[in-house]
Structure formats: structure tokens, C-alpha cells
Nanobody, 124 residues
């Protein structure tokens, strides 16, 4: 039912910034929780940040606290991940996902639908 389209990835130097976008069609940002995850080949997918539909509570993984910010624009059906002070270890494919429960967690098994992913590369 919901189609997720991600954009904003690219190549950036350490210390630089990127803003990822996730646009949902056929849905709104009020019913579902949205999460950002990332994955490196050969490693487990890990939660980065999420935004609940109940009070719009934000949650961040420890490794991005103070650097990343999740937000939404309901009028555009879009969720953003602002990434500042990027490090080489942030290099990964970043995925947007929907949790139909609406609570919002950093556990990938709680999410029902996923975007195609966008590559983020941090390199000097």
C-alpha cells in the first residue's frame, strides 16, 4: 500500500553534511512510525533513528546522537535525516522504513515496509 522513495545520498568528506529524504505515497506521516536504518555489506542492519506517530517521539542510536536529526514534513509526506559531522564509519546504504504500530523502535523486525536504500559514502 505504501511506496517509499529515498534520496539525498552521495559522496561527502569527513565532517561534512547530508540530508536524506524519504517520501511516502499512499499514506500519511501520522499513522506510522518511521525509521532510518543502515547496512554495510557483511554486517547486520542497524537502527539509526526513528520517529513515532504517538507524540512524534524521536529516538537515536548512540553512535549518531548529537550529529543526526530526524524530522518530518507532513504536508509533503516526507521524513528527513539530517546528518552532520559525518565520519567514514557512517558509510553505508541507508534505508527508510515504516512501523505500522506507530511506536517507533530501532529494531528492524518491527518494520513492515522498506525503501530501496540510498548510498552514503564518507571519504576524504
Amino acid at each position: 500500500q505504501v511506496q517509499l522513495v529515498e534520496s539525498g545520498g552521495g559522496l561527502v568528506q569527513p565532517g561534512g553534511s547530508l540530508r536524506l529524504s524519504c517520501t511516502a505515497s499512499g499514506s500519511t506521516l501520522h499513522r506510522y512510525a518511521y525509521g532510518w536504518f543502515r547496512q554495510v555489506p557483511g554486517k547486520e542492519r542497524e537502527g539509526v533513528s526513528c520517529l513515532s506517530s504517538y507524540g512524534s517521539v524521536t529516538t537515536y542510536a548512540d553512535f549518531v546522537k548529537g550529529r543526526f536529526t530526524i524530522s518530518r514534513d507532513s504536508a509533503k509526506n516526507t521524513v528527513y535525516l539530517q546528518m552532520n559531522s559525518l565520519k567514514p564509519e557512517d558509510t553505508a546504504v541507508y534505508y527508510c522504513a515504516i512501523d505500522r504500530r506507530g511506536w517507533g523502535t530501532l529494531n528492524s523486525v518491527d518494520y513492515d515496509q522498506w525503501g530501496q536504500g540510498t548510498q552514503v559514502t564518507v571519504s576524504p
